[in-house]
């Protein structure tokens, strides 16, 4: 079993993923509605992978016979001033969602709960990779703000095509 402070950390955490989820569709739709599709593309998948992360979650609360309570949701942020402020967002959503990770990670060393720090392993190393990501792309967004097109250009020539990984936990009814 895992660690009650864990456990209820992680049920919390749960918000924070689908929040992101949610969040990731509100600036998805927005590249959408200016007719950015690469850009309205990468962040939908964002949302697509938020999401896996919070069901990746949810098994593993089930697997280690815990309830799971899926908290409530404030509504994203979908009014953006330009194409720079929703990477802005992305950007500081994915280092908050790293010092969550953290904290998580945390909680379990600090309970000696072996079998949670294990299954957290795989999230911190995806949370360096989200941050470097949208790090990119904001640098490469803000470099060409007034050229939708060269952002474009640049996501289709970065896109690059990686699978699913293997060493991920599990979803949850995948």
Do not use: C
């Amino acid at each position: 079993m895992a660690a009650p402070a864990f456990v209820a950390r992680l049920n919390e955490q749960l918000g924070n993923e689908f929040g992101a989820h949610q969040q990731y569709i509100a600036i998805a739709t927005y590249f959408d509605a200016l007719t950015m599709p690469r850009m309205a593309a990468l962040f939908y998948q964002q949302a697509l992978e938020e999401r896996d992360h919070a069901m990746m979650m949810v098994r593993y609360l089930l697997d280690a016979d815990h309830s799971v309570t899926i908290p409530a949701l404030d509504a994203p942020r979908s009014d953006f001033a330009n194409v720079v402020e929703p990477v802005e967002a992305a950007l500081a959503q994915e280092k908050r969602v790293t010092d969550q990770i953290n904290e998580l990670t945390r909680i379990a060393r600090d309970a000696n709960d072996f079998a949670s720090d294990q299954f957290m392993q795989w999230f911190i190393k995806e949370q360096v990779e989200e941050v470097a990501k949208m790090s990119d792309l904001l640098a490469v967004v803000t470099r060409s703000k007034d050229d939708y097109e060269r952002i474009e250009d640049w996501i289709a020539r970065e896109d690059s095509g990686v699978g699913d990984d293997p060493t991920a936990p599990t979803i949850a009814g995948a």
